[in-house]
């Protein structure tokens, strides 16, 4: 039995692992569009839906999406959160963060961004702003590297 | 802090692959018995724990016997030898990402006297440099000792590693 | 269904911030529990099961390795499940299918989690993987407000409304961690200080999150013959169902959350259950943000869609309402992860066996029990009742 004077300790370390991940030809050639700044979808011949991503194969019926379809950069607000705090990774001036799911015109299903383009440091402003169903639009970098960010933010139109 | 997790980079290939490094924090708990075993380390002593019901001594201190299922209330605090046996080994000689030391270097299960299991440790304190010459070494040792580090951390590299008697 | 199986003991860890012991002395202090409960010794079970979020979460790949003396599987077969939040439904089950198979008698069931040894939302946007998702998550609050603001949206409720509704959620079960001997987080608060906490990810405010939490849960399972033998007065295995989801969460409505429709119905189906509501005597639902207690009330067919907030607030999941939501004080008081899904069952299997105390609802007799997980693709649900 531990004496009394030894409190039980905690080690601390930082793990970093390094990984490399394939693609796939699927993604590779979606990541290209975005560098392009082309937004690629595919489409399931056996239930017509277009989905965002490009995915290799339906994840519903499970056949090929091989017919490639360059969607549109605008559509409308699924739903949104204001990220305020903060976690091993994310410090302070990396917030806050408003997070959207969005459904872009002409395809099935949400994909996921950050609303931008205006001071988002005030949530008064922000609730105002960003409502579920309201129009938005892709704001691209000026640098692309044919990686999901090459998508700056979504910006409120109309 | 350390760097934080950066975005993924995408090497020139024909098709993709991205790079990215999982880096991530650990405060892992210890206990009180091993936090007493690793103290003890800082003190150059070698500690384990004897369960009352098999009588058996295990290094590392344990809270509770693993055949017995016994509490540590019921075991005892035993000081065991710095010297023991070798009861197998393998030299390590290539690299690999988090290494915990330089190649090459030998890993050992050593059976300390008056244990009743045995560690895993360094063998060291000659060349390594030529396996052959590693191995007909090793063929005349079977009795080792504790080397202990110079500076100490209440870890278990506070033995640097075990040499041959 | 197979064989008849069911729960013939329970065990815990106090839960909270546990740096006192290593791990293995935390999961030893459950099994200990459960085998004490159940007046049985390691040598009379079969098998055990384990599971918890990623090994990642505490950094040791395959942290039951490093804790399999205090499991107890020495020469014992050893299945891991996980299923990230709903890992305690999905371990559950397996010890369940195992025995109703007929490949095994006792099996010892174990979910845990030691949050406090890594940085639990640094580890969670790991989940997803790097180059679609990372970069927008915000740990698992970000998932859970989108889906809660998706569906405020979805069936147009009152932005208010839901937030008083959340409110009481919180003051319900807050009282119940009061009581509860094994939960976390112990404060007295009121429906004020919940609707005005902190903005942690819109909606969802301080008092609406879950803790990090340390703990370990046991339970253990047993075939009919066995349970008879052994157990006086066993909680039966009346139901089970598990529903998984796509992997992208914008490939389907969320604010409808098909996986835990489907799993509840099986559930009932196999139980013989029509008007859960009427039926049940206790739920305890998976809850580590108020917002999705209110979904799933919807979700489980406790109520109709989109008017759960008016049921909160009329009081029919408060206690003496028509059906007691989480008298621990669920996942909302208490979030080991991996162990979280299983308490909800531990806890169920306490109710209907008359073994809850302070949190006892009377005469309760027939429970369910919940837990959701996955990138919001998984729900689990097991039904427990006192009679076989």
Redesign the interface.
């Known amino acids: 039995m531990a004496e009394k004077n030894e409190k039980p300790r905690t080690i601390h370390t930082v793990l970093r692992v390094p990984f490399e991940m394939a693609l796939g030809p699927t993604w590779t050639r979606f990541f290209e569009g975005l560098r392009e700044k082309k937004i690629l979808g595919t489409k399931c011949k056996e239930c017509g839906r277009i989905l965002v991503p490009a995915r290799p194969f339906c994840p519903r019926c499970f056949e090929p999406m091989e017919e490639w379809v360059e969607v549109a950069q605008e559509g409308t607000i699924i739903t949104w959160s204001y990220v305020n705090y903060t976690y091993f990774g994310v410090t302070a001036d990396m917030i806050p963060i408003v997070p959207t799911r969005i459904k872009l015109d002409g395809v099935d299903g949400g994909w996921g961004g950050r609303i931008g383009g205006f001071d988002i440091k005030d949530f008064d402003l922000v609730n105002k702003k960003v409502k579920v169903g309201a129009r938005v639009k892709a704001v691209w970098s000026g640098e692309r590297h044919g990686h999901l960010r090459d998508i700056e933010y979504w910006e409120i139109i109309e | 802090m350390?760097e934080?997790?950066k975005?993924?980079?995408?090497p020139v290939k024909e098709?993709?692959?991205?790079?990215?490094?999982?880096?991530?924090?650990?405060?892992?708990?210890?206990?009180?018995?091993?936090?007493?075993f690793?103290?003890g380390l800082k003190e150059e002593k070698i500690l384990g724990t004897r369960c009352k019901k098999c009588n058996r001594v295990l290094v590392p201190a344990?809270?509770?016997c693993?055949?017995c299922?016994k509490d540590?209330?019921d075991e005892e605090w035993v000081e065991v030898a710095q010297e023991g046996t070798v009861e197998t080994w393998c030299l390590v000689n290539y690299k690999y990402?988090?290494q915990p030391k330089e190649p090459p270097y030998i890993i050992a299960q050593i059976c300390l006297d008056r244990a009743d299991c045995s560690v895993t440790h360094f063998i060291g304190g000659f060349d390594l440099s030529d396996p052959d010459k590693v191995r007909e070494k090793m063929k005349s040792v079977s009795r080792i000792k504790a080397v202990w580090s110079k500076e100490k951390h209440?870890?278990i590299y506070d033995i640097a590693y075990f040499e041959p008697v | 269904m197979g064989r008849a199986v069911a729960v013939i003991g329970t065990g815990q860890t106090r839960h909270g911030r546990r740096d006192d012991v290593s791990y293995p002395d935390l999961i030893k202090e459950a099994v200990k529990a459960a085998f004490e409960d159940a007046g049985i010794t390691s040598q009379d079970i079969d098998a055990v099961v384990y599971g918890s979020m990623p090994s990642m979460m505490e950094g040791v790949a395959y942290n039951h390795f490093y804790f399999a003396d205090a499991l107890r599987v020495v020469g014992k077969p050893l299945l891991r499940t996980e299923t990230c939040g709903s890992t305690g439904q999905s371990i559950a089950h397996t010890g369940i299918y195992w025995i109703a198979s007929g490949m095994a008698d006792i099996i010892l069931v174990v979910g845990s989690e030691k949050q406090h040894e890594g940085d639990a939302q640094a580890t969670m946007t790991t989940i997803p993987e790097a180059f679609m998702h990372a970069d927008f998550v915000g740990g698992a609050p970000v998932a859970f407000s989108m889906q809660s603001r998706e569906w405020m949206g979805h069936f147009n409720i009152d932005e208010d409304k839901a937030r008083e509704a959340a409110a009481i959620i919180s003051v319900d079960c807050h009282d119940g961690g009061l009581k509860n001997p094994y939960a976390h987080i112990r404060v007295n608060i009121t429906k004020e200080d919940a609707m005005k906490a902190r903005i942690i990810t819109y909606p969802v405010r301080l008092l609406d999150v879950c803790p990090s939490s340390d703990g370990a849960c046991a339970v253990i399972f047993a075939s009919e013959d066995k349970a008879k033998k052994i157990c006086k007065k066993p909680a039966w295995v009346k139901g089970t169902g598990f529903r998984g989801e796509e992997y992208f969460s914008g490939d389907s409505s969320k604010a409808v959350w098909q996986s835990a429709i489907e799993a509840s119905k099986e559930a009932y189906k196999q139980a013989g259950i029509t008007d859960p509501l009427k039926e049940l005597d206790v739920a305890e639902v998976y809850n580590p943000f108020t917002y999705q207690q209110l979904m799933f009330l919807e979700c489980l067919g406790f109520c109709p869609p989109g008017e759960s907030p008016d049921y909160v607030v009329k009081g029919v999941f408060s206690p003496g309402g028509k059906l007691f939501c989480n008298p621990s004080g669920g996942v909302l008081c208490t979030n080991p992860i991996g162990a979280a899904g299983l308490i909800r069952l531990a806890e169920a299997a306490m109710q209907v066996t008359g073994k809850a105390g302070a949190i006892q609802v009377e005469g309760a007799k027939l429970a369910l029990s919940h837990a959701m997980g996955g990138a919001l693709q998984f729900n689990g649900i097991t039904i427990l009742g006192s009679e076989l």
């Open positions: 350390v934080a997790v975005s993924p980079e995408f098709y993709k692959t991205g790079n990215k490094d999982t880096v991530l924090p650990y405060n892992w708990a210890l206990g009180p018995t091993w936090t007493k690793f103290n344990r809270t509770f693993p055949s299922y540590m209330e990402y988090g209440a870890d």
